[in-house]
């Protein structure tokens, strides 16, 4: 089957611009995650979704970012007035039930900010 | 605060020579563990988990990894690794439904021929 997707697979944006990545989760899996990797660095929690709500999003860092998922699948991350420290790779990941099922990984979408 | 440390950076090991990579994690009650892999360009892969139970969890791909309260260590084992096993490795640790889950730094293995 298929498995977590995320679009688009690399961003380049300018210091100020605003940003949407989006992730497909697997058919069926009701909670989903965001994580940022920077480079060297292991991946860094940003929000938990249970269904449509966000369950934990203590791991956003400011109030820039931004998390949607309207419908309990898809759901999109927001950057607004991108900063060149936002520069990184944005993971997603789904699982059928947190904590104790296998969480899958999408791809990442690798943002860039000049 | 819930924390783990990968002590190597860096692994360099011999293809058909066995591996240990260290895990030390940090939390307040009983932690759920993990080891996932990343090949280039790949996304992450779960490897193992360790909720409860047999403390010595085998996993996918030959490996194995071993709780030790006591120690507060989880490291990851493989008897002999093959040149596909060259990536990067990493530990994590969650726990209530509330918890995040934590990830360490990572450890890349080199294998050599």
């Known amino acids: 089957g298929a498995g977590v997707s995320q679009t688009p697979s690399n961003k380049v944006t300018e210091k100020g611009k605003y940003v949407e990545l989006r992730c497909d989760p697997i058919s069926g899996h009701t909670a989903l995650y965001w994580y940022r990797q920077s480079l060297g660095q292991g991946p860094e929690f940003l929000i938990y979704f249970q269904g449509t709500g966000a369950a934990d999003d203590s791991g956003l860092p400011n109030d820039r970012f931004f998390a949607v998922r309207p419908e309990g699948s898809v759901s999109t991350l927001k950057i607004q007035r991108t900063e060149r420290g936002d520069s990184a790779v944005y993971l997603c990941a789904s699982s059928s039930d947190y904590p104790t099922d296998t969480q899958y990984f999408g791809p990442g979408t690798r943002l860039t900010v000049l | 605060a819930q924390s783990v440390t990968q002590p190597d950076i860096h692994i360099t090991v011999s293809e058909g020579a066995s591996l240990e990579l260290r895990c030390n994690y940090s939390?307040?009650?009983?932690?759920?563990l993990f080891w996932y892999v990343q090949s280039p360009g790949q996304g992450l892969q779960l490897l193992l988990k360790y909720f409860s139970g047999d403390t010595l969890v085998q996993g996918i791909k030959g490996f194995e990894a071993e709780f030790k309260r006591s120690q507060s260590s989880f490291n990851l084992r493989k008897p002999s690794v093959h040149w596909s096993d060259a990536a990067e490795y990493f530990c994590?640790?969650?726990?209530?439904?509330?918890?995040?889950?934590?990830f360490g730094k990572g450890t890349r293995l080199h294998i050599l021929p």
């Open positions: 939390y307040g009650a009983t932690p759920y």
């Open positions: 994590a640790v969650g726990g209530s439904r509330d918890d995040k889950i934590i």
